[in-house]
């Protein structure tokens, strides 16, 4: 049984196990903002079934003074709420830890566990006495635990209640009865309880220059920040909020105040084939145009992808991944669509993939995507995922510098046709494998036919060998220069490395981070590179060349990351080793720790003592 | 901006529009077709109609999909950008670009595999969006680019070169896109091009989706006796129900029609159609009543041709939108990225 002393201020797994639909994601929503107003560092991730009702859902919070905010490798504390899953829940306590239920009615014993405390609470009891009507009654318990959990916690009430009158500024009636709720939960566990638990929570200063949002809305922004005025999709979790965002910040700042009317046209397309179309021929007509999905929404854009690719028509592709194959588990978790995205579409194509790892590359890489997407004219993907995507996250203050010009790529425009002596759309002019490209409705001279045909470099349909293997090859050199303008890897170097390298990417960054620390604080010391965009650059193949193992990282169950490294660079098979979680989760430090560790042979474990 | 073309060698006698243009000008490259393919002569209405209607070429997008028909915007108005999508979706690239570009003029060829096989969904899609373009389904009864198979068009009863008989009923564009709220509805044939030109201006000035279904004969695959999609069977079978007569912006209306036989609709730009009943007893303002007709005309064999339904007022996709007038492709940088102070404000709720 754990002891008091192994539990510090700040540092607490939370599980709060709901049934959906109840209502329990505002009440989560308020506690995490509440941690996060205190200065502490905190996630939040929603662990939510693909069900609109009655199924068990979870919320986990992490506080951690460190700032370690990926997935909390083990929980102190659960709040199960929902008699369905407390089998489950409650093994999940770390031995020691506690369980705060609602003791309205009587815990099965069968469910009893002695080396965890039970914190019962009569929630149902103290809301049925309380309020008036099922619905409110159903809400309220969720804030009565909240109450419960500020005793139990120590978390600053007053900004609690601050939240809560911000909130319901306007609905007194419900600011009244968010009020009593938060109460009775609080006076409840004062009265019953020896409070705080040794896992209490305590002011912090760690916060004030960050914010806390999901990656969509942070990639919604970003889209709006590029410039983007058509955006074309078909729903589809884990990507609808998005679109959502991007609808609700074009409402905002992109309405004409004298008209009315739009400066953006968002179309919700019949399917993603559609999606795909719209975006392209709104990219053909010179608009910045985007397309949020997931990996079947991927799947159906295929064959568009690849006109896209080879008629050399800019556009961009969120794909916010989740658990595949096929539906999958659509509210999970995965980083499975790497291959798809790099290769997408029949025939030899290649594209150019970005991959950020919180809401800030989101926002950031956005607006690359439609930079890279312009300026080399082909599908930009950026690959987000689930946990990503929908997830709080707390990142630093986006930034926006006011000078910021967008990279339009090479686009003749009327003046520059008409000087010219004649116009051939895909002839490279200067060597750089980007022929200048024209757009409808400027100049005569511009016109040319967009084709997913073969063509030669004149534009001209053709099925000469020769004249069509000039223009594939031109497109590979073409998507390969890009390498060295997607966003570098970054690359943790150690003194003393053992010659061993990790090499990760996208949301496993955080769990990544933090196993390192933990492997740095027993000696072993290991370098470490997080992919951020592919076609690889010289970056990625001199970390690989450099170390003697290097061991992949990443969220699916086929070693894709790893693939591609193998195909994409000159690495050996035999130095590469994969450490593969794919259960759905967002990854945390346990299982990269329990992978890495077999990889690290007897020297490493003598340089630990 | 306008560009007018230098004086190229032409016939002296050949007329000039007010752009300077010859219906030459209007042409494409040569056609690759088979020789008396139906898709040709949708081609010749086409330039007719862009040249009549003094349409600036470069003002001009041409969209299709895949197949013979989807070959055809190679062969009319070299200076236009075309776009050849992927089989069955140039819909929704159509309506992409429209939602980006609103200033120019659209006009889609698609084939009845193109259509109504791989690419019902986005052809009934871009009917409900209206999305403001001329669309023309080169309509055969085969998938002609893949050796003559049955297309959805094909009729029960008709019958392929080798033989087979046709058992599966047809889906009907006509009455699909009637019957899916189509603001401008006409069938038409291939070899009657003083029947199309006039339909394909209407349908260029009109605000929406204007649907043309031409019966488009495959001479290799499909113009045997037995096809009820052939040249002959067409020529038999199909009567005019309206004759229309395209009258643009301010110019005088010279042909005279007895009263109560006409019925005159003014186009969005002012132009006006006059829409000529020939036969008797028919309103093409009621959707319903057009309805009813055509499947009673189409359940004796007989296919009725003319802008068979036509609907002015209704809002495009860019009504739907709530579009700002000028194209979205125009709007400078600087009025679409809000800026750091609004970055600032946005992420006030982030805290
Ligand atoms: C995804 C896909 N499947 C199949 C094909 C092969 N294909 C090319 S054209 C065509 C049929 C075209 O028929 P239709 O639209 O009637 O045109 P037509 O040739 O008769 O004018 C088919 C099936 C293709 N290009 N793409
Ligand atoms: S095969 Fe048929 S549709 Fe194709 S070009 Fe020949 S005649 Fe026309
Ligand atoms: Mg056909």
């Known amino acids: 049984m754990a002891k008091d002393s192994d539990y510090g201020v700040n540092d607490l797994g939370l599980k709060i196990a709901t049934v959906n639909g109840t209502g329990s994601a505002s009440a989560n929503g308020l506690l995490l903002q509440a941690l996060f107003r205190m200065g502490i560092p905190v996630s939040g991730k929603n662990v939510f079934p693909s069900n609109i009702q009655g199924l068990p859902t979870w919320y986990e919070v992490r506080v951690n003074k460190d700032g370690y905010t990926a997935r909390s490798p083990d929980f102190q504390l659960v709040v199960a709420m929902n008699p369905e899953s407390y089998a489950r829940d409650i093994e999940e306590v770390v031995s020691g830890g506690w369980v705060l239920y609602d003791n309205t009615r009587k815990l099965d014993d069968e469910f009893r566990r002695d080396d965890v405390t039970f914190l019962g609470i009569p929630l149902a009891g103290m809301c049925v006495e309380h309020f008036q009507g099922s619905r409110i009654r159903i809400l309220m318990k969720n804030i009565t635990y909240v109450g419960a959990l500020v005793a139990l916690l120590d978390i600053d009430m007053d900004v609690v209640k601050g939240m809560l009158q911000e909130k319901f500024a306007a609905k007194q009636h419900l600011m009244d009865a968010n009020f009593t709720a938060i109460a009775l939960g609080h006076e409840y566990a004062e009265e019953h309880f020896d409070c705080p638990l040794p896992i209490r929570l305590e002011a912090m200063d760690q916060t004030r220059d960050c914010v806390m949002v999901t990656g969509n809305a942070a990639a919604a922004l970003g889209c709006v920040y590029a410039g983007a005025t058509v955006g074309a999709w078909y729903p589809i979790t884990p990507a609808t909020s998005l679109m959502d965002g991007f609808t609700e910040y074009c409402h905002r700042f992109r309405v004409d105040p004298d008209t009315g009317k739009n400066n953006f046209c968002i179309l919700q397309a019949e399917d993603e084939l559609a999606a795909a179309g719209m975006v392209i021929g709104a990219s053909w007509m010179g608009a910045r145009a985007f397309s949020p999905t997931a990996g079947p929404g991927i799947s159906l854009m295929s064959e568009f992808i690849g006109l896209a690719y080879y008629a050399e028509v800019p556009c961009v592709f969120f794909d916010i991944q989740r658990t595949g194959p096929s539906t999958g588990m659509p509210t999970r978790t995965q980083q499975s669509d790497l291959m798809l995205c790099a290769y997408a579409s029949h025939g030899d194509t290649k594209h150019i993939v970005l991959f950020p790892a919180d809401p800030k590359e989101c926002f950031e890489f956005s607006v690359q995507a439609f930079d890279l997407a312009e300026r080399f004219q082909t599908p930009t993907f950026v690959v987000s995922d689930l946990d990503i995507g929908m997830n709080d996250w707390m990142i630093p203050k986006l930034e926006w510098d006011d000078s910021f010009k967008p990279d339009r790529g090479k686009v003749l425009g009327a003046d520059e046709l008409e000087k010219a002596e004649n116009f051939y759309r895909y002839l490279d002019l200067d060597g750089d494998h980007i022929p200048p490209r024209s757009l409808p409705g400027v100049h005569p001279k511009g016109a040319y036919f967009t084709r997913g045909s073969g063509h030669d470099k004149y534009g001209q349909y053709t099925e000469d060998s020769d004249a069509y293997v000039e223009v594939m090859d031109r497109l590979l050199a073409k998507v390969k220069s890009a390498a060295d303008r997607v966003p570098a890897p970054e690359v943790y170097r150690t003194d003393g490395g053992l010659g061993v390298g990790i090499v990760s990417i996208g949301g496993c960054h955080w769990a990544v981070l933090e196993a390192r620390d933990t492997f740095a604080a027993e000696g072993v010391h290991l370098d470490y590179l997080r992919i951020r965009g592919f076609p690889f650059n010289e970056t990625v193949e001199q970390f690989l060349k450099d170390h003697d193992t290097v061991i992949v990282i990443e969220q699916n169950r086929d070693e894709q990351l790893k693939n591609l490294l193998l195909l994409e660079t000159s690495c050996a098979k035999e130095k590469l080793q994969s450490v593969r979680y794919y259960g759905g989760q967002p990854l945390s430090k346990g299982y990269v720790i329990e992978g890495v560790t077999p990889f690290l042979t007897r020297e490493h474990e003598e340089a630990k003592q | ?351």
């Open chain 2, 1 to 351: 901006m306008s560009y007018i073309k230098k004086p190229v060698a032409r016939h002296p006698k050949l007329k000039v529009n007010s752009l300077g243009l010859t219906v030459r000008d209007y042409e494409g490259s040569m056609s690759t077709l088979c020789a008396g393919c139906g898709h040709d002569g949708v081609t010749a209405a086409l330039i007719q109609a862009f040249f009549e209607l003094e349409v600036e070429p470069h003002r001009l997008a041409k969209l299709s999909g895949i197949g013979c028909s989807s070959k055809t915007p190679s062969y009319f108005v070299s200076e236009a950008h075309g776009f050849n999508a992927v089989h069955g979706r140039m819909p929704s690239v159509a309506a992409g670009a429209n939602a980006a570009h609103r200033d120019l003029l659209y006009v889609g060829i698609s084939g009845d595999g193109d259509s109504l096989s791989i690419g019902l969904g986005q052809f009934c899609h871009a009917i409900r969006r209206n999305v403001n373009m001329l669309y023309i389904l080169e309509n055969n009864g085969v998938y002609g680019l893949t050796k003559g198979q049955f297309s959805a068009s094909a009729d029960i009863g008709s019958t392929s070169k080798g033989g087979v008989v046709n058992r599966q009923g047809p889906i009907d564009p006509v009455n699909t896109a009637l019957s899916l709220g189509a603001t401008f509805v006409a069938r038409s044939f291939s070899g009657d091009k003083d029947q199309l030109v006039p339909i394909m201006k209407s349908g260029l000035r009109h605000n929406g989706f204007a649907f043309v279904d031409v019966i488009s004969p495959c001479v290799t695959f499909n113009d045997h006796q037995g096809s009820t999609k052939s040249y002959a069977h067409t020529r038999s079978h199909m009567h005019e129900v309206i004759e229309t007569d395209f009258v643009p912006l301010r110019s005088e209306i010279t042909t005279e029609y007895s009263e109560g036989s006409m019925q005159s609709v003014t186009m969005h730009d002012g132009s006006v159609v006059k829409l000529h009943k020939v036969a008797g007893e028919y309103d093409p303002t009621d959707r319903r009543a057009v309805l009813d007709y055509l499947v009673d005309v189409g359940s004796r064999g007989e296919i009725a041709t003319g802008l068979l339904y036509l609907e002015e007022a209704g809002d495009d996709m860019h009504g739907f939108e709530n579009t700002v007038d000028e194209p979205l492709v125009e709007i400078p940088f600087a009025d679409l990225c809000p800026g750091s102070k609004a970055l600032e404000e946005v992420q006030k709720e982030w805290w």
